[in-house]
Every structure is written in C-alpha cells, then in structure tokens.
C-alpha cells in the first residue's frame, strides 16, 4: 500500500481579547486558502483551534518537509495573519518568525509534527494541540502510556506492545542542531525517565514500535525562543499517535491525562500550571491559561479522514477539568514565589533578567 503523510502545521497568529481565541473571520480565511490552494496537492485537510493558536491537519503523498505542503500552510497562516490585522486582533502573526518562506516552515515559528506511514486496513490516530505550555507537556504522559503497565496494559496482555517501544529524546537547549538521543524501553526506561524528568531541556521527538519498526507518535519540538533570541510566547506543541495493534489503545494514551501534571507555561510563559484536558476548539481564560490540550481522533484510508472525534468531550473529562481548575488555583495562591514560577534559565529572555543585571550591580561584600 502506498505511504501517506500525516502533517499538523500550529501557530498563533492573532486572537481576540488578548490570548483567549482567534476570531471565526481568521479560522475561515485559514481554510478557504487551504481549500482552494491545496486541490490537487493535499488529499484531505481538517483545520481547527485550541487556546488562540490555529492548527492544519492535512493528509498527502509528499512527504515529510515537503516544500509544496508547507508553502501552502505557511501562505494559509499568512491569510489568517492579515485579516488578524484587518480586525485589530492581538499578536497578529505572533508565531511567524520569519520573513521569507525557505523551503519548509521547520524553525520559521510554528509547530510542526507530521509522520509518513504505510496506512494499516484500519488507521487510528490521535491528533494532540496544546497552548499556553511548551513540547515537555509531552514528557509524562507519553512516558507512562509507553512504558507503564499501570496506564499500558497493552504491556503485559499484548506480545507486540510487550516488545516496547524506541524513545527518539531531543536536547532542545542546543541550538546548533537537532541533538537526539534514542533508548529503548523497557531496558532503558530509567534512562529514559532520568531525561524527561527535565521537560524544559529532553523532550520526546518521536517514539517507534520494537515489535514492528513503526513509528507511533511525533513531537513538535520548536522552541521559539531559540529561533527569535528573546521570549515570544510559548511554543504550544502539537503531536500525533497512531492506535490499537502494535500500539497503545486510545484509552491507554489517554489515561496519565487524568493527571492533569505541572507543567512550564501560564501567564507569560513564565509560570507552572496543571495540563488541563480541553474540548476542541476550546479557549483560554484564568491568567491566560491553564494550560491546555484538546485531543482530535480520526481514521484515515487513503488519506481521507473521517470525520473528527473529541476525545476529552466525556463526562469523565468534566471530573478531571474540576480537578485541574483546583490544582490551578493552590499553585496561583503562591504567586510569583518559587515553584509557582519558571527557574531563572527560562525566564532568561524575559524583562527579569534587565531587572536582575540591574541589581547585581547593587550587590556589596559585606565586611
């Protein structure tokens, strides 16, 4: 069977209201540009919002890195940028870092996750957005639907899922390059923890079935304040994770969503809030967060997808967001004070730093 890519392009390119959502006007010059350039380039498209960033689903035969797929959604978000502008929305192309399209849109500004696959008689995926948080969101609940029999029991009733998986983990403080690591669990899994553990700096690039040599989920692992040099927002991940067979069940993937962790993210980009699980298209809201992932599961045959399923849109999500809401609440009654904060090495880009330079020089050694 032919192989076909999966591509999500994500990015904030102007919102009402300061940073809830993006307006209907800007989603809709999104996919009518989508709609009309990619005849006969992409097979199928599915676009949709979480928190105020915009994300293209598309399916192809290009590739990944395709320059003709990106050119396309680089140009759809410029469309949906300028009518952000002609609406005074805020931060109107906020995450379009570059001038000049060169190639592909990898390092320009938006998330970028896609996955070529040779497409099974039956193809499950989830399709992950996050906002107001980084790609270390990630770190936890991948580790535990892949290596946890607590949220797997894929790994112990299934021989393939037994087998367990290659994590791809990328060092995203170095900036030369795409400096990665790959271990294998379950024999490396402490390895594997020890990395992750650091969100901001090891982040999970993809992962691969040991049964079946596929892959099975891709991060976006953009940090955009390495490409900008200074604090531009938060990089708001995205990711996808093909189901069932040789892979983690739907369920299995959803489960350490329950936790609701702590993760980088909040007002500014410079606090630590729980990862609320979100309805599609949802906004955002107390101190410009929580921060947020909504989960979109499709099939796919031939490249043509079926029609969206939300997967937090379950009463039982409505349990888990009260819990979150809670969570969010005890870390806010902290304020600025340790923990509640990003550590200094995050915040290095943010007006902190001018503010700490300036009262160092006011430091003295006691005599």
Known sequence: MAKI???IIKADIGSIAGHIKPSKKLI????????????????????????????????????VLAEPIHKLCWEA??????????????????DLLKDTFSGNVKGMGPAVAEMEIEERPAEPFFFFAADKTDPGAYNLPLYLSFTDPMHNSGLILVPEVKKGYKFIIMDVSYTDADKIIELNAPEETYDIAALLRDPERFVVESIWSRASGEQVAVVSTTRLHNIAGKYVGKDDPVMLVRLQKNFPAAGEILSPYALTPYVAGFMRGSHNGPLMPVKENA?????????????????????????????FDQPF???????????????REQGFLGPAMLPYSELEYGGIVETLKALEKRFILKK
Not at 29 to 56: E, P, R
Not at 78 to 91: I, N, R, V
Not at 283 to 307: A, M
């Open 28 to 63: 809709e010059a999104v996919k009518n540009y989508v709609s009309v350039k990619g005849k006969g380039l992409i097979i199928d498209y599915y676009i949709s919002h979480t928190g105020d960033d915009v994300a293209i689903l598309s399916t192809h035969k290009k590739g």
């Open 283 to 311: 906004s955002i809201s107390f101190f410009d967060g929580p921060p947020v992932v909504s989960c979109s599961g499709f099939c796919v045959k031939n490249g043509k997808l079926t029609e969206a399923v939300d997967a």
């Open 5 to 7: 890519t999966l591509s």
């Open 77 to 94: 978000l410029l469309k949906g940028t300028q009518t952000a502008k002609d609406q005074g929305l805020y931060g109107a192309g906020q």
């Open 317 to 331: 999500w409505d349990y888990i967001r009260t819990k979150a809401s809670e969570k969010a609440v005890a870390i």
